[in-house]
């Protein structure tokens, strides 16, 4: 079972947990998907994430950022909204792939276009995926989840390493 951990403002929990769990219904791993928050991170330091989504800055209190990073150290790849979240000091010397997503011409994927239903996701740097195979650069189409471009960006960038 592969464990996905999402860190994201109060009102987006459940709809990127609900969007990452429908975009992954048709995959051959069982998957799930824990919100982590200021409440319950103390109880998350034994799991071991697969990967764990950053879309939103990371107010975590200064004894709560040690639970964090061990938490981390455990993770294959880190999934941040580099136009919210962007100071990856968390992760100096742990070995961890980090994946960026958001406007901003330095992200891993962006948003070529979008349009009302859809959105061409733009993979702009290679991908490693379980140190097999590599993501190349592509463009690919998206349907919006949830009304939300950063959503639908995560969401597609956990199916593609799945």
């Known amino acids: 079972m592969a464990f996905i951990g999402i860190i994201t403002s ?5 709809i990127l947990k609900k969007s990452v769990l429908n975009i992954l219904k048709n995959s ?6 824990i919100v982590i928050n ?7 330091k034994n799991i071991k994430f697969n990967s764990i989504i950053m879309n939103k800055e990371n107010n975590i209190k200064e004894n709560k950022k040690i639970i964090l990073k ?11 909204n580099s136009d919210v979240y962007t100071r990856l000091d968390m992760i100096t010397n742990i070995n961890i792939a980090v994946i960026t ?7 891993t994927v962006t948003a070529s276009s979008i349009n009302e239903e859809k959105i061409l996701l733009c993979i702009q740097r290679n991908i490693k995926v379980d140190n097999k195979i590599d993501i190349e650069p592509k463009e690919m189409y998206a349907q919006i989840l949830a009304n939300d471009v950063y959503i639908t960006m995560a969401a597609n960038i956990v199916k593609l390493l799945y």
């Open 10 to 14: 109060n009102k987006n929990e459940e």
């Open 28 to 33: 051959q791993t069982k998957h799930n998907v």
């Open 38 to 44: 200021e409440e319950n991170i103390g109880n998350m």
């Open 70 to 80: 061990q938490i981390l150290k455990n993770t294959k790849y880190l999934i941040v």
């Open 101 to 107: 997503y958001g406007y901003n011409l330095k992200a």
